[in-house]
Every structure is written in structure tokens, then in C-alpha cells.
């Protein structure tokens, strides 16, 4: 299930920021704080840290679910 992590009153659908962005700029701050290894590149482009974040995110996601 992927609800909106912070729904907002102003627009008529309550929509707002997902659970799955919320996880994925969560997991996004450790990326970038510690990019050490990631997919064992030597160099680390912004697209490979946004498909991090969110494979994070939804493993975080199928985690909720168990």
C-alpha cells in the first residue's frame, strides 16, 4: 500500500507526499551521508542514487506487508 505519508486538507483528494517518496528521500539522506560501495562504483551519478533510494523504499514497502 503505498497512502500518502502526509496528506494534505488543501486538495480535495487528500493526496500528498507517498509513504514510498517519504521512504525513498529518507533512504536518500544515508546514500549520500555514506556512499561507499554502492552498486561498487567508483563513481556515483544522481540516477543511481534515486534507484537506491527507491528499491530502499520499496523493500521497505514489502516489509510493511509481512
Known amino acids: 500500500m503505498n497512502e500518502a505519508a502526509f496528506p ?5 483528494d487528500g493526496s500528498g507526499m507517498t509513504l514510498r517518496d517519504y521512504f525513498a528521500a529518507k533512504a536518500m539522506q544515508g546514500l549520500i551521508a555514506s556512499p ?31
Open 36 to 66: 561507499r560501495g554502492l552498486f561498487g562504483k567508483n563513481e556515483i551519478t544522481d540516477v543511481d542514487y534515486a534507484q537506491a533510494a527507491y528499491l530502499i523504499a520499496d523493500a521497505m514497502l514489502k516489509a510493511r506487508e509481512a
Open 8 to 12: 494534505n486538507p488543501h486538495l480535495r
